[in-house]
């Protein structure tokens, strides 16, 4: 990691190591600088710093402590992946979400996990419901 005093702040999304995320240590998020005050027009000013996407909204990354680029790769789909092979990708993630959704109910935090390779790669998913409290997460 490069230290923070180096990192661009042209608004050039970057990988930040941060101090603690979510009271976790030694966390890595990819976040961006602001240089502060109205970046939207109706909107309320914001103080200048490090920003990173919570989901919902931009929030201040606490306390980075270093970064790097974001590796640059092709985000296309492989040519020798079928259309049939994505869909089923997509499929399998949207019956993990079907099927975890029962599970918070009783088990929050509850995980769907599944995994699959693709050239000698492994890939891990995982799938949780992002609602903390069961009573208001939608029903299946």
Known sequence: MKPMETAPK????????????AGRP???LVGHYMPGGHCIEDH??????WYFWNGCSFD??????????????D?????????????AVGEKVIEMAERIKPVHKVMPG????????DENTRFNVTVTVSDPDPATAAAP
């Open 10 to 21: 042209d608004g050039k999304e970057v990988i930040l190591e941060v101090e603690s995320r």
């Open 26 to 28: 030694g966390k890595f």
């Open 44 to 49: 309320p000013p914001i103080k200048e710093g």
């Open 60 to 73: 201040i990354a606490s306390k980075p402590i270093g970064w790097c680029d974001l590796p640059i790769e």
């Open 75 to 87: 985000t296309s789909p492989p040519e020798d992946v079928s259309i049939d092979d994505l869909v």
């Open 110 to 117: 509850a995980q769907a996990a599944w995994s699959f390779e």
